[in-house]
């Protein structure tokens, strides 16, 4: 299966942005759905951003609609999550996803180790 590594995260004032990048191995990635979940103290893990095997498709949770852009970059085996208008609601723990071709089935789904997003009023 494909192995993911997150990197990008950090310190960051409201207002400001980040891009998070998502590496993955394996001659796969091509046909694997992509996407963010993120999970802030105390809460459950929820859905942020996602883009389909081809790249013609995106969606975003309501609440970063707007402020933040998935793309994805095959030839580097490279998803993005570009995040601009940062509040201090945006403060997780993000972890990229990977699915063959949809990431609706969860027991399928790979994970990366998470990175961190501080976003300070």
């Known amino acids: 299966q494909v192995q993911l590594v997150e990197s990008g995260g950090g310190l960051v004032q409201a207002g400001g942005s980040l891009r998070l990048s998502c590496a993955a191995s394996?001659?796969?990635?091509?046909?694997?759905?992509m996407g963010w979940f993120r999970q802030a103290p105390g809460k459950e893990r929820e859905f942020v951003a996602s883009?389909?095997?081809?790249?013609?498709?995106?969606d975003y949770a309501d609440s970063v609609k707007g402020r933040f852009t998935i793309s994805r970059d095959n030839a580097k085996n490279t998803v993005y999550l570009q995040m601009n208008s940062l509040k201090p609601e945006d403060t997780a723990i993000y972890y990229c996803?990977?699915?063959?071709?949809?990431?609706?089935?969860?027991?399928?789904?790979?994970w990366g180790q998470g990175t961190l997003v501080t976003v300070s009023s």
């Open positions: 394996g001659r796969t990635f091509s046909r694997y759905a």
């Open positions: 883009i389909s095997w081809t790249g013609g498709n995106t």
């Open positions: 996803a990977a699915g063959p071709y949809t990431l609706a089935n969860i027991r399928d789904r790979v």
